[in-house]
């Protein structure tokens, strides 16, 4: 019904795509009989099979599309697309439809269950909760919110008889509409509507690079960080809101002991990072320095992986810095769990106001390619993780060395005395 509101572009094109015909026969029926019984349509297209379309008084053209066969999306622009059944449907389609939108700056709304889908659907979901690059929102509705099928809504007989019939995650997936995270995730705790922010970058705090070179990913982080008592946060949260025109005007808090208000906590901040896969350090290094915090680096402010300081031919990537970008880097061997729980600790953690201490930015890419690499760090949160367990086999100890550039290098700040 949300949905209904963009058929009224005159003589527009909607599409339904779903991943086959039938499966976008409900809601174009849902449309088809609302507008009928409006008086709305003018002309039909009702096969049992095969695509179904209908145009209405005001010359907009309703149409279903199966992604799959790739050729019917194409054609002319639509106005609108509605994805149905979108976990069913792979993420190339998914590309395909964004494309066709782009002429007419078309509104997309996907919908589906995910029922044990962990595709790119169920990760949209969980990257949309937050802010994000593409503006997208993620909303569930869950089975209880049809009062019809089950009147008591949350406690309704059946909904409870279910949840105690089902483990927790698979409960809240299937009943819940919220998908549970794929086992051996390092950083379960990750969730993008807490750790994901609308932050920018601000001058008036300390700003690190943190620098990861791999060998098929270069990771580059822009890190910020500020240490003030509870009292200090809490002026500094008030002000932010843009509510009181100074300091002096801001009412103290009452909820807090004055021992509480002068405990420090220092909040972690990834503004920003350049990420790229086969890349050299002196192709990276020119991008960094074209970045508008690049001036606020100061020499001594940077570290990297304790293999940027292995002579590799000629020169290590610290000298390779040095050289070109003037920035002298520290480095120090750490232990993969140290780096591990340096980060884990920090996401686990907030303030007594509620504010996490370690954030990253909306702008990060949150996204990964279509070989499955992660395109930033933010990304690599849902994809890095321990191997799969199998009974008989031992569990590691260690997780597996891909999709973790960034967190490495966001590991190195804590051992510079300053977050960690």
Same mark, same amino acid.
């Given at each position: 019904?949300?949905f209904?509101?963009?058929?009224?572009?005159?003589?527009?094109?909607?599409?339904?795509?779903?991943p086959?015909y039938?499966?976008? /026969?409900?809601?174009?029926?849902?449309?088809?009989?609302?507008?009928k019984?409006?008086?709305?349509?003018?002309?039909?297209?009702?096969?049992?099979?095969?695509?179904?379309?209908?145009?209405?008084?005001?010359?907009?053209?309703i149409q279903?599309?199966?992604?799959?066969?790739?050729?019917a999306?194409?054609?002319?622009?639509p106005?609108?697309i509605?994805?149905?059944?979108?976990?069913?449907?792979?993420?190339?389609?998914?590309?395909?439809?964004?494309?066709?939108?782009?002429?007419?700056?078309?509104?997309?709304?996907l919908? =589906?269950?995910?029922e044990? @889908?962990?595709?790119w %659907?169920a990760? #949209?979901?969980?990257?949309?909760?937050?802010? &994000?690059?593409?503006?997208?929102?993620?909303?569930?509705?869950?089975?209880?919110?049809?009062?019809?099928?089950f009147?008591?809504?949350?406690?309704d007989? /059946?909904?409870?008889?279910?949840?105690?019939?089902?483990?927790?995650e698979?409960?809240?997936e299937?009943?819940?509409?919220?998908?549970?995270k794929?086992?051996?995730?390092?950083?379960r705790c990750?969730?993008?509507? $807490?750790h994901?922010a609308?932050l920018d970058?601000d001058?008036?705090?300390?700003?690190?690079?943190a620098? @990861?070179?791999?060998?098929?990913?270069? *990771?580059?982080?822009?890190?910020?960080?500020?240490?003030?008592?509870?009292?200090?946060?809490?002026?500094?949260?008030?002000?932010k809101t843009?509510? %009181?025109? &100074?300091? @002096?005007?801001?009412?103290?808090?009452?909820?807090?002991?004055?021992?509480?208000?002068?405990?420090?906590?220092?909040?972690?901040?990834?503004?920003?990072?350049?990420?790229?896969?086969?890349?050299?350090?002196?192709?990276?290094i020119?991008?960094?320095? #074209?970045?508008?915090?690049w001036?606020?680096?100061?020499?001594?402010a =940077?570290?990297?992986?304790? *293999?940027?300081?292995?002579?590799q031919? &000629? %020169?290590?990537? $610290?000298?390779?810095?040095?050289?070109?970008?003037? $920035?002298?880097?520290?480095?120090?061997?750490?232990?993969?769990?140290?780096?591990? &729980?340096?980060?884990?600790?920090r996401?686990?953690?907030?303030?007594?106001?509620g504010v996490?201490l370690?954030?990253?930015?909306h702008?990060?890419?949150?996204? /990964?390619?279509?070989e499955?690499?992660a395109?930033?760090?933010?990304?690599e949160? =849902?994809?890095?993780?321990?191997p799969?367990?199998?009974?008989g086999?031992?569990?590691? @100890?260690?997780?597996?060395d891909s999709?973790?550039?960034?967190?490495?290098?966001?590991?190195?700040?804590?051992?510079?005395?300053?977050?960690g």
């Amino acid at each position: 019904m949300d949905f209904a509101g963009e058929c009224a572009v005159p003589n527009g094109l909607i599409w339904i795509v779903g991943p086959d015909y039938d499966q976008c /026969k409900p809601e174009f029926m849902y449309l088809y009989n609302a507008f009928k019984a409006l008086g709305w349509v003018v002309k039909e297209s009702l096969p049992e099979k095969g695509s179904r379309s209908m145009t209405l008084d005001n010359g907009c053209r309703i149409q279903t599309k199966s992604s799959d066969d790739t050729r019917a999306l194409a054609s002319f622009a639509p106005h609108a697309i509605l994805m149905v059944e979108a976990g069913q449907q792979t993420y190339e389609i998914y590309l395909k439809v964004i494309e066709r939108a782009l002429e007419h700056n078309a509104r997309i709304i996907l919908s =589906g269950t995910f029922e044990g @889908d962990l595709s790119w %659907y169920a990760e #949209m979901w969980e990257k949309w909760q937050g802010p &994000n690059p593409e503006g997208g929102q993620s909303f569930s509705l869950p089975s209880w919110s049809n009062t019809f099928l089950f009147p008591g809504g949350r406690t309704d007989p /059946k909904i409870l008889a279910m949840e105690t019939s089902m483990p927790a995650e698979l409960f809240a997936e299937r009943c819940g509409a919220i998908p549970y995270k794929p086992a051996g995730l390092v950083f379960r705790c990750f969730t993008p509507a $807490v750790h994901v922010a609308e932050l920018d970058f601000d001058p008036s705090w300390p700003v690190e690079l943190a620098i @990861d070179p791999a060998q098929h990913t270069y *990771a580059v982080l822009a890190v910020q960080w500020k240490t003030l008592n509870l009292l200090g946060w809490w002026y500094y949260d008030q002000m932010k809101t843009g509510k %009181y025109a &100074n300091v @002096d005007a801001v009412p103290p808090p009452t909820q807090f002991s004055a021992a509480e208000l002068l405990v420090e906590y220092t909040r972690v901040r990834v503004v920003d990072e350049v990420y790229h896969h086969n890349i050299t350090a002196q192709q990276i290094i020119p991008i960094v320095m #074209m970045k508008p915090w690049w001036k606020h680096i100061k020499p001594s402010a =940077g570290t990297i992986d304790i *293999a940027g300081t292995h002579r590799q031919a &000629n %020169y290590s990537q $610290v000298q390779i810095w040095r050289e070109i970008a003037n $920035v002298n880097l520290r480095s120090r061997y750490i232990f993969i769990e140290e780096s591990i &729980n340096v980060v884990l600790l920090r996401l686990q953690s907030k303030d007594p106001l509620g504010v996490p201490l370690l954030q990253f930015s909306h702008k990060m890419r949150q996204d /990964k390619n279509i070989e499955g690499r992660a395109m930033g760090t933010v990304a690599e949160m =849902g994809l890095y993780r321990y191997p799969p367990w199998s009974e008989g086999r031992s569990i590691s @100890d260690k997780p597996v060395d891909s999709n973790n550039d960034g967190v490495k290098a966001l590991a190195h700040p804590g051992y510079s005395r300053v977050w960690g």
